[in-house]
């Protein structure tokens, strides 16, 4: 046991069962009592082997402890109501609790302990969920000051528990939200309208390498006694958001040129037009067909057919306009859309110069070969206000210019319907 006050007062613990061993369990790191002994006729009698280890004195005879001990103040806990009568008569009937009052005393030790126990189970339970939760966990105060930070945050955020311990919670955010944090805080505290408390969602997060990531957030009120804290819940998202990315693509875009496919076109199409109307402007949908393309997959093999449809995205891309769409339909067909175009005539000069990007050798694997492409226009609002009308018009143009001769284009009229 550690030095006692000399103002501690001095308590002989009379019954060596189990009140006596939670009586010399409660005591034995208390400031203002100490004992002094502790007394059974059973050597084995569990408070005395606990007292040993302590180094508090064991007696066996109640009337030699007392007479060692005194003055002191003695606990009876053997139901034996003589030895009460035997310690008033030595250090005063003030100093002698027993029967029902040391009962009582001692039911309400036990309760304490257990209460002390489950407790401390209970925070050990905590701290262990804390420490191997595979969510970051962060707790701070009102002013924004963190207060724990776990090892999942450590791994998450690349800061130790000790470099940000005691700091505010904002030196993990990116501008803005880092200058706007404690404003947010001090509006909360006062009007308790949330933004982010009791709401999950996905912010930006600042690693401490200075680089920035996505992390998904659930941020909760916690009120311990007097004092209220915010607990955050974090997830790093950022494999989440590539695989996002990636099937996102995957549904949007070809795989073989990086091109927009077929489902993207019509989307961008829907948008063109929605603001072509708008605007009062013109838009042109072209349709794009390879003239020569299945020999050159033939002849060289379906790796070299990829590369060169991979050749023909980037050429198209590079005779058009940033705001413009290429995009590739499958096979060897392609679609463009040109906004705010103002004639025919801009048209032409976009189309002509497709063509004559296309006519232009192509090198595959150390081969030259040479194709060329086959175009259709369609115009609105000239020709029609709607996309569906408007993308069959132009692959019926396409058609009408490959059964012309190849390799040039054709503006969509109503003489090339078969009927």
């Known amino acids: 046991m550690g030095m006692k006050s000399s103002e501690s007062q001095p308590v002989l613990i009379i019954g060596g069962g189990r009140g006596g061993l939670a009586f010399v369990e409660l005591l034995k790191n208390e400031e203002l009592f100490h004992v002094v002994g502790v007394v059974d006729s059973n050597p084995d009698a569990p408070a005395l082997r606990w007292a040993e280890t302590l180094n508090i004195p064991v007696f066996s005879d109640p009337e030699y ?6 003055p002191c103040t003695a606990f009876n806990l053997t139901h034996d109501e003589a030895v009460s009568e035997l310690a008033a008569g030595i250090i005063g009937p003030s100093s002698i609790i027993g029967g029902f009052e040391a009962h009582l005393i001692w039911k309400m030790i036990d309760q304490v302990n257990d209460a002390r126990d ?38 998450i955020f ?62 909760n009120d916690m009120i311990a006694g007097e ?9 790093d998202i950022s494999e989440r958001k590539k695989n996002e990315a990636a099937i996102q693509k995957l549904a949007h875009f070809d795989v073989v040129t990086g091109l927009p496919n077929r489902t993207l076109f019509f989307d961008r199409v829907k ?36 590369i060169l449809l991979k050749e023909v995205g980037v050429r198209l891309l590079e005779a058009v306009r940033e705001g413009d ?24 000069v976009i189309a002509n ?3 004559a990007s296309l006519s232009l050798p192509f090198t595959l694997n150390g081969e030259q070969c040479n194709i060329g492409g086959s175009i259709g ?14 993308i069959n018009q132009a692959d019926t143009a396409m058609y009408s210019a490959k059964k012309g001769g190849k390799n040039h284009f054709r503006f969509y009229d109503k003489s090339m319907e078969p009927y």
């Open 65 to 70: 402890a007392l007479n060692t001990c005194k």
């Open 353 to 355: 110069k497709i063509i």
């Open 227 to 235: 004092e209220h804290f915010f607990v955050g819940i974090v997830s």
């Open 158 to 219: 690349g800061f130790t528990h000790a470099e940000v311990v005691e700091k505010n919670i904002s030196m993990l955010m990116p501008e803005p939200d880092r200058g706007a944090h404690d404003g947010y805080m001090q509006r909360y505290m006062s009007s308790k309208v949330a933004r982010v408390v009791g709401i999950e969602r996905e912010v930006t997060a600042m690693h401490k390498s200075g680089r920035t990531f996505p992390i998904s957030l659930s941020v």
């Open 271 to 306: 948008n063109a037009l929605a603001h072509a109307k708008r605007r009062d402007n013109r838009l042109a949908v072209l349709f794009l067909d390879l003239d020569g393309f299945k020999g050159v997959n033939d002849t060289l093999g379906h790796v070299a057919g990829d």
């Open 377 to 390: 226009v369609s115009m609105f609002p000239d020709d029609h206000t709607d996309m569906e009308p408007l």
């Open 325 to 348: 769409t290429v995009a590739r339909f499958g096979g060897d067909e392609y679609a463009l859309v040109l906004c705010d175009v103002k004639n025919q005539d801009n048209v032409a």
């Open 118 to 155: 489950a407790l401390q189970k209970s925070q050990v339970l905590t701290e262990s969920i804390v420490k191997h939760a595979m969510e970051g966990i962060i707790l701070i105060d009102t002013q924004g000051i963190i207060k724990t930070f776990n090892p999942a945050a450590e791994t």
